[in-house]
């Protein structure tokens, strides 16, 4: 589970409309071993970016890879749980927060305790992360999650409670004609919530003949070193 689609994918596609050059501090809440945090390193040469992870292993192999990063003076990893961390960092005035959570809510338990903590959304969960984002976020700031397709309705009810808009969506399958399996949407702190629309979009990981589709490649091509 160290490099996974989904991870993958909200690490390229997030925050695209900011510029390459801001200057700020961003957040990776259930890190992992670091992917998506390196991939925001690569892309915003300004920014300051944490890994929150509740796995000690995970969070020690976070930093390992961070400090062998080109990016290591501008990447840290803090091995604790979200809750924990937003108990000792509220209204931290946090840029970006991006995760790729937890979705399994029921269902069998992995026999590998890591993967059950990693897989199942009982140690962090999507409205969690909204919620919270609101106190969290500075203004303007911007929360990036991938889920499955099937969350995207109660992720649009959520959005109407808080003080987080949905300004991107982005709808994922996996071969042309096939349901959408993922769904990424970024959110934003925004005063102003009258009048509130977002861009959507819909991206294809394989074309049909299995190969990765164009659109694939364009978004992930600055992050493997063959494709």
Excluded at 51 to 70: H, K, Q, V
Excluded at 131 to 137: F, I
Excluded at 140 to 159: H, Q, T, V
Aim: aromatic share 10%.
């Amino acid at each position: 589970m160290k490099v996974g689609t989904d991870g993958v994918l909200i690490g390229g596609w997030a925050f695209s409309s900011i510029p390459s050059d801001f200057a700020g501090k961003a957040i990776d809440v259930g890190c992992g071993t670091g992917v998506i945090a390196l991939m925001l390193a690569q892309r915003f040469k300004n920014m300051n970016i944490e890994g929150i992870e509740i796995m000690r292993d995970a969070a020690e192999e976070a930093s390992y890879n961070f400090t062998c990063s080109p990016w290591a003076s501008r990447l840290a990893v803090c091995n604790s749980d979200y809750m924990s961390y937003i108990a000792r960092e509220k209204n931290s005035g946090i840029n970006f927060i991006i995760s790729n959570p937890p979705y399994f809510s029921n269902g069998a338990l992995a026999q590998d305790f890591a993967r059950r903590v990693a897989r199942h959304e009982g140690n962090l969960h999507f409205k969690m992360l909204i919620e919270t984002g609101k106190n969290m976020l500075a203004d303007n700031g911007r929360l990036a999650l991938i889920l499955p397709s099937e969350s995207i309705d109660e992720i649009m009810a959520e959005s109407k409670k808080g003080e987080l808009s949905i300004d991107r969506i982005c709808r994922v399958s996996s071969v042309p004609g096939r349901p959408t399996k993922r769904v990424m949407v970024e959110f934003v702190k925004a005063s102003d919530r009258e009048n509130e629309t977002y861009e959507e979009e819909s991206l294809t990981i394989h074309s049909v003949s299995g190969d990765f589709s164009p659109e694939y490649r364009k978004l992930l091509a600055d992050f493997y070193l063959k494709f």
